[in-house]
């Protein structure tokens, strides 16, 4: 089935807080062009990037003298933006994704559902409060956020591990390759795939 249209979006958000400009594309090649103050996030959008084959820039800046959370938060709200604005009409897309993904000692089941409809289960404690910089409290701010404006379903789940880094980069990678999945257009899905006939 053609795609209907090329599945990019720009999101541009500034407040007295953060100040950020991102440009995603689906049916990309994995490439990134990321430009954060959080090293740490600036890794994991990589990651996300490369394993869900979505190009990616991304400029943020904002008050990390504060703390990370602000411009976790609003990157988080920028991508989920993006991707509902990308995926369009949702015509012949397969719409479900999961990935159960290993990283050394960890699992992490990740789900999605681009129903137009919000919901976001967390299923995972993080064992340390810190990864160098980054306060980890964050990364469930950034999925919360990015399900709400995506209004998706989102499921994590963590079924075992015990480093704080490979948990959370198992997640990140784990959604994108959901997310890959559940945006592929599928030649036998007719219209929206809804019995509903719209999402």
């Known amino acids: 089935m053609e795609i ?26 994995g490439s990134s062009d990321l430009d954060v ?11 996300f990037a490369k394993h869900g084959l979505f190009n990616l820039t991304v ?15 609003d990157i988080g709200i920028c991508l989920g933006q993006a991707f509902r604005e990308a995926i369009g009409d949702k015509h012949g897309m397969k719409r479900y994704g999961s990935m159960t993904l290993p990283m050394d000692e960890t699992l992490v089941t990740v789900a999605v559902d681009l129903s137009d409809r919000t919901h976001f289960e967390w299923k995972a404690e993080l064992p340390k409060g810190r990864v160098g910089t980054f306060d980890t409290e964050n990364v469930h701010e950034f999925f919360w956020k990015f399900a709400v404006e995506a209004r998706m379903n989102l499921h994590i789940v963590l079924h075992h591990g015990h480093n704080t880094h490979h948990i959370i980069e198992a997640m990140f990678k784990a959604l994108a390759r959901a997310l890959d999945e559940a945006t592929q257009i599928d030649p036998r899905v007719k219209g929206v795939p809804s019995t509903k006939g719209s999402l």
């Open 4 to 29: 209907m249209n090329d599945r990019k979006a720009e999101i541009k958000r500034k407040t007295r807080e953060t100040d950020i400009e991102l440009e995603l594309s689906i049916d990309g090649q």
């Open 37 to 47: 103050q959080t090293p740490f996030l600036s890794h994991m959008l990589e990651l």
């Open 59 to 73: 400029k943020g800046h904002g008050d990390v003298e504060v703390d990370d959370h602000h411009l976790t938060e």
